[in-house]
């Protein structure tokens, strides 16, 4: 091999060294940025899964509607038991401004109303009067709820023509051992999330307008079980799931996005080689 030969090879050696150097610092880099990226959104995930855990740590009751003088579902959610023991007994007082609430069947329990008498009659707004009221709705299991499964108790109640108006129902969850009371109300300024056992509440909506009369007169029969079956004990809860979901979906993209990166670096290195 002459001088001239020998120099290309050398030449082309020096090259090819330098060019996986480079690559293998890029490489290097590119798995730390990933390495960083999935860290975090594994963190991120993390704390959604902490946040949608939380959310659904409390007995908590959600309305399919909140509209003023207009018949609701309420669902309770039962999340878990207390300190590991199974519920047997849930009692939901109602609020002053409600007089009755119905409940729906749940083949897991019986159901019994609790009613009190009325300091006077007390006129309703269709003119008649009544001398009682249903004070709470007391659902007893009939084997206990094991702590690590949940279940839904769904009430049907017509709602006060009262907007702005936040109804609280102090719930008493009863369990094999031990009892949790459901019934902290925030005092003003205070966060209500800031308490360790607060009471359901809903806050009363503006009335429907006039394209939803008809939803606002509507009868309790007009609730059906399916449509109790259908409410979810959480908005938020989803929504937390959903970014929970969001999050791990973006970690897999950037393990893939690592992979891509390594089969083109391969490529380019063949490429060069030749």
Not at 8 to 14: K, L
Not at 159 to 176: I, K, M, N, V, Y
């Amino acid at each position: 091999m002459n001088t001239r030969s020998l120099r290309r090879t050398q030449i082309r050696r020096s090259l090819n060294h330098r060019f996986l150097m480079h690559r293998s610092l890029m490489h290097r880099s590119l798995m730390h940025r990933s390495l960083a990226a999935a860290a975090a959104t594994g963190g991120a995930a993390a704390l959604l899964l902490a946040a949608a855990g939380g959310a659904a740590a409390h007995v908590g009751v959600t309305p399919d509607k909140t509209s003023a003088n207009s018949y609701a579902l309420l669902t309770f959610a039962i999340p878990h038991g207390c300190e590991e023991s199974g519920t047997t007994k849930v009692a939901i007082t109602l609020p002053s401004e409600l007089n009755d609430a119905q409940p729906t069947v749940n083949p897991n329990w019986t159901v019994e109303k609790v009613t009190e008498q009325l300091p006077e009659p007390q006129k309703l707004a269709d003119g008649t009067s009544v001398t009682k009221r249903t004070s709470q709705i007391i659902y007893t299991a009939k084997a206990p709820l094991p702590h690590e499964l949940r279940d839904a108790l769904v009430l049907s109640v017509k709602l006060p023509d009262s907007a702005g108006t936040t109804l609280h129902f102090p719930t008493l969850q009863t369990c094999e051992v031990g009892q949790t009371d459901w019934s902290e109300i925030a005092k003003d300024g205070e966060d209500p999330h800031s308490l360790k056992a607060p009471a359901p509440t809903i806050t009363i909506t503006e009335a429907a307008n006039a394209a939803g009369h008809g939803e606002a007169s509507a009868s309790p029969a007009s609730h059906s079980t399916e449509q109790a079956a259908a409410v979810t004990d959480s908005g938020a809860g989803a929504r937390s799931w959903a970014g929970l979901a969001a999050g791990i979906g973006g970690l897999a993209l950037g393990g893939a996005a690592l992979l891509r990166s390594g089969a083109r670096n391969k490529a380019t290195a063949g490429a060069a080689g030749k």
